[in-house]
């Protein structure tokens, strides 16, 4: 009976060539391991080729699992337990820094004999290679076994590979063929059973030949959970809010969202509009509203920035609107596919002249479904437009939620084709809050020519000075009519103490976590993550108050206060911390990577660990 | 009464009269084609009972695209060259309005001729005007696309170098074009006819207006205004028929069926005399937003059925102890 090693974490990898099923695998073992009850985050590792050469460094494709004893809320930091199919895509873990010094390796070991002997000796070498370094490295016959259970390694290695998890972390074999069940429900019942042989091999193999198990305790779940990531959520949020039309361009990351939506919307009666550029989706979009249909537009950087002058007509002539940033990173075409905060202040501030519009930023994957609901029905009720921010961290991860309870308050109503009663005006704003009833189209007696001019309150194209004033002061005020229904944000941690970090958006998981850490150590820090950016809500400023320091984290640059040329005169902050300094006149430092990978807990524990010193020595002086 | 009853007499008591769709004094310059067209869709309106509430004019930027401002229906006065994606969501959501476009030779073939190749493929139904003067007008006196070889503006001080763009040609030869007419502002009654039948289509129905801008090019049409020899009008039974009056002033007519492409593209390329008529109908092209649009009633029940069942597949259920 081999001991078997009780563990509170575990990041685990499976990678291969694209295509060899890593990412199956990958996703299974997630599930898996969800339904024992084990908090789970999940991370899909994608090449930046659609066909990257086999056996490349670059060419990596599978999945990155954080199994916790308890709820995870982030990828958390490296890598403990890797399973690769060649050695090449390995290195190139290895050289992104991605695993921890002294993480096992199950490597398929079929390479060692190759007949092409330059791939033979790349084998071999790497794999010395990486004993040298520390890495506990286990060589698998895993193509050979697949043969030895007569199917296919090219096909199953996959579900070997999975069984074998199954062993290493005490999964029960049962919901692995529960999961392959679920997962080829639609194929031939021969697929399944030989999917079912392969993962019952392997487990088998792993307990006979492996000299380790681990065992990750875990609470059954007494309620159902939902694993989706953060594009299949913000998809399902559409669905949820009720909205008709999406249209969109394709850009990456944003568009594996309207790719799921395609698929289910219309089951629904919904459309999703692939329009011919950004602006022509934009534009669709604000023209469904306009027509009493409130409608999004889901898009990413680039397309946000196109979108812009389309964004200032909803503004200005108050038509509702949904806008989903699945931010990247920047400027220009940036990276992609990875992951930055970089579009907070274009959010609130792009388009010319005063557009005063909602900013919102989904910091979980069920705030992405969550986010849309609530977007949709501000939209509606202070004819504005929302931005929901999240990024491709959130976009590409999964991690499971309580499966949402229907809402029929979710769903938008019907389009009011009620007469508009006498003498009432498309613009009549209300002194208080500046919201107007919207006329629409198919209203009798709400006839009105509406126009991205100066307008009065007859949608009337102003010449008069007072009246573009007055249109600014009302638009403008809706912000405030919204900032006083808002709650003040909860402070994760006590509600005084040394130091404060602010972070929004899809850092959420990796602070509380860092902030949790150096708690358990005795450190009076506290954090608070912000949804609400543009306006921000009440209680912010009060809460800064009583700590003695203030910190956000981002992922959008700051400069370093150690450079050469950089002091207070012209340190260039972070965008939260710019708004915060701004809005508050407090001092509020910032921290802040831009890798395009999600900020690691411990990176975050570390800039707190020495800020907090530098408070205690304030204090001391 | 019953309720039937009244609701036949509402019917039929519902007349409209022009001032009915008139809003304001428009704002064009006196002798501006704008003011042709204008009346030609206001009597449009009037004639088809169209319910002012019912009707949504959508514009881009540029002197035609003030034209839902004097409309007495719903208008939409959008931003430069996206009239015509705005009004395609317009009729994405609803089927069940009149939608229109009014825009210019800036507006439709410069800054937004993207929207303008890709509005003839969904051909969605939606009646556009292309107002095209051949000049930009509100910016004051730019060279336009549709601005013949040697045009002198404040852009091209000694005259454009480039040969004009046929905005006839360009729709001809998008896949799925399935109408295409021209008219002269100068000749109301067949533009009326024109709108009318353009009105008619069901589909993407592109009409291109030739106007005169008696403020930077007043000269620039006068020609053809005054020799109707230069004016070449394309009849058929399935098409435009020519009152007696305007068959005898513009002798130079010919029959041309709409239903042949090919013609229509050799016609669409004669510039002197300026054919005017309708050069293409196809009423077989499907509409996009038939294609697309669901006729499911979408109820709350409806959509959570929907979602539940979306839910259903990503959700984890407890694990059951065996």
Request: glycine share 8%; with cysteine.
């Amino acid at each position: 009976m081999k001991n078997v090693e009780t563990l509170r974490e575990h990041i685990v990898e499976v990678i291969s060539d694209s295509g060899e099923g890593a990412q199956r695998c990958g996703q299974s073992l997630g599930s898996i391991a969800a339904r024992m009850g084990n908090g789970i985050w999940t991370v899909e590792i994608i090449p930046a080729e659609i066909r990257p050469p086999a056996r490349s460094v670059a060419g990596a494709s599978g999945n990155r699992i954080r199994i916790g004893a308890g709820p995870v809320t982030n990828g958390g930091d490296r890598t403990d337990l890797v399973v690769a199919f060649n050695e090449q895509v390995l290195l190139g873990r290895v050289r992104a820094g991605e695993l921890k010094p002294g993480c096992t390796i199950l490597l398929e070991s079929m390479w060692r004999e190759h007949k092409d002997l330059n791939i033979k000796l790349a084998y071999s070498e790497a794999v010395e290679k990486l004993k040298g370094a520390g890495y506990r490295v286990y060589e698998i016959p895993m193509d050979a076994e697949c043969r030895k259970l007569g199917l296919s390694p090219e096909r199953g290695k996959n579900m070997f590979a999975l069984g074998m998890l199954c062993s290493i972390y005490s999964l029960e074999p049962r919901l692995g063929r529960e999961q392959i069940a679920l997962t080829f429900g639609k194929k031939d019942k021969k697929v399944i059973e030989s999917n079912v042989k392969l993962l019952e091999g392997g487990y088998a193999w792993a307990e006979a030949n492996l000299d380790f198990k681990y065992r990750i305790p875990a609470q059954a779940p007494t309620e159902p959970n939902i694993v989706v990531n953060g594009n299949t959520a913000l998809a399902l949020g559409v669905l949820a809010s009720g909205m008709e039309i999406c249209a969109m361009y394709p850009i990456t990351p944003a568009t594996s969202a309207s790719h799921y939506l395609s698929d289910v919307f219309e089951k629904v009666g919904g459309v999703v509009h692939q329009a011919e550029d950004e602006i022509a989706a934009c534009t669709f979009a604000i023209g469904a509203s306009y027509a009493g249909k409130c409608a999004v537009t889901i898009t990413s950087g680039p397309g946000y920035s196109l979108k812009q002058e389309a964004i200032g007509l909803a503004v200005m002539a108050e038509i509702p609107l949904v806008v989903v940033n699945v931010q990247r990173g920047g400027p220009s075409t940036g990276q992609p596919t990875k992951a930055e905060q970089g579009d907070l202040l274009t959010a609130m501030f792009g388009s010319h002249g005063d557009a005063p519009k909602v900013v919102m930023a989904a910091g979980t994957i069920e705030d992405c479904f969550y986010s849309v609901i609530t977007a949709r029905k501000i939209a509606e009720t202070f004819n504005m437009v929302v931005v929901v921010l999240t990024d491709a961290n959130l976009a590409t991860s999964q991690q499971p939620f309580p499966r949402p309870k229907f809402d029929p308050a979710w769903i938008a109503p019907p389009a009011d084709q009620s007469a508009v009663p006498e003498g009432m005006q498309p613009y009549d704003w209300e002194a208080a809050t500046g919201l107007a009833r919207r006329f629409i189209p198919g209203q009798p007696s709400g006839m009105h020519a509406l126009t991205g001019l100066a307008h009065d309150r007859a949608s009337h194209v102003a010449y008069d000075p007072q009246i573009n004033e007055e249109g600014i002061h009302f638009r403008s005020l809706k912000l405030a009519a919204l900032q006083r229904t808002l709650k003040a944000p909860a402070i994760h941690g006590d509600a005084q103490g040394d130091l404060l970090v602010i972070g929004w958006g899809s850092t959420r998981g990796a602070i509380e976590e860092a902030v949790d850490g150096l708690r358990a150590e005795g450190a009076a820090v506290s954090s608070m993550h912000l949804k609400f950016l543009q306006p921000l809500p009440p209680g912010i400023g009060e809460a800064m108050k009583r700590f003695k320091k203030v910190i956000t984290i981002e992922a959008n640059w700051c400069d370093r206060p150690g450079d050469e040329l950089i002091d207070e005169s012209n340190r260039r902050y972070s965008a939260l911390a710019m708004l915060l300094r701004a809005r508050y006149l407090v001092d509020v430092d910032c921290w802040s990577e831009v890798k395009g990978q999600p900020i690691k807990p411990s990176s975050i524990r570390e800039v707190l660990r020495s800020k907090l010193a530098t408070t205690e020595e304030a204090v001391h002086d | 009464m019953t309720d039937h009853a009244e609701c036949l007499l509402r019917l039929h008591d519902e007349r409209f009269e022009l001032e009915d769709y008139q809003s304001g004094v428009p704002r064009w310059c006196s002798g501006c084609g704008d003011n042709a067209i204008l009346a030609a869709v206001q009597k449009l309106c009037r004639d088809e009972r169209l319910h002012p509430e019912k009707t949504v004019f959508v514009s881009g930027i540029g002197c035609s695209s003030r034209f839902p401002h004097y409309m007495k229906t719903y208008g939409f006065h959008g931003i430069h060259g996206r009239a015509l994606p705005i009004a395609e969501g317009v009729r994405m959501a609803r089927p069940d309005l009149h939608v229109f476009v009014n825009t210019g030779d800036g507006d439709c073939c410069s800054i937004g001729a993207a929207h303008w190749v890709h509005a003839v493929r969904y051909n969605m139904n939606l009646t556009m005007l292309l107002h095209d003067n051949e000049i930009y007008g509100l910016t004051k006196k730019q060279a336009s696309p549709t601005s013949p070889r040697g045009t002198r503006s404040n852009t091209t001080p000694r005259g454009t170098q480039l040969e004009a763009l046929n905005p006839l040609t360009v729709t001809l030869g998008i896949q799925n074009v399935s109408f295409v007419a021209q008219a002269v502002d100068w000749i109301p009654e067949v533009l009326y006819q024109i709108v009318r039948a353009a009105f008619h289509h069901k589909g993407f129905s592109f009409v291109r207006i030739l106007q005169r801008c008696p403020e930077w090019l007043p000269e620039h049409f006068e020609p053809y205004v005054k020799d109707p020899k230069r004016t070449l009008l394309l009849h058929h039974r399935d098409a435009l028929q020519l009152s007696e009056a305007v068959a005898r002033t513009y002798s130079n007519n010919r029959e041309h069926d709409p239903s042949k492409l090919a013609a229509a593209r050799e016609m669409a390329t004669q510039l002197d005399p300026i054919p005017v008529g309708i050069l293409y109908r196809n009423p077989a092209v499907p509409c996009y937003e038939d294609l697309r649009r669901s006729d499911k009633l979408r109820t709350a029940d409806f959509i959570r059925a929907g979602l539940e069942a979306e839910f259903d597949k990503f959700t984890i259920w407890p694990c059951t102890q065996n």
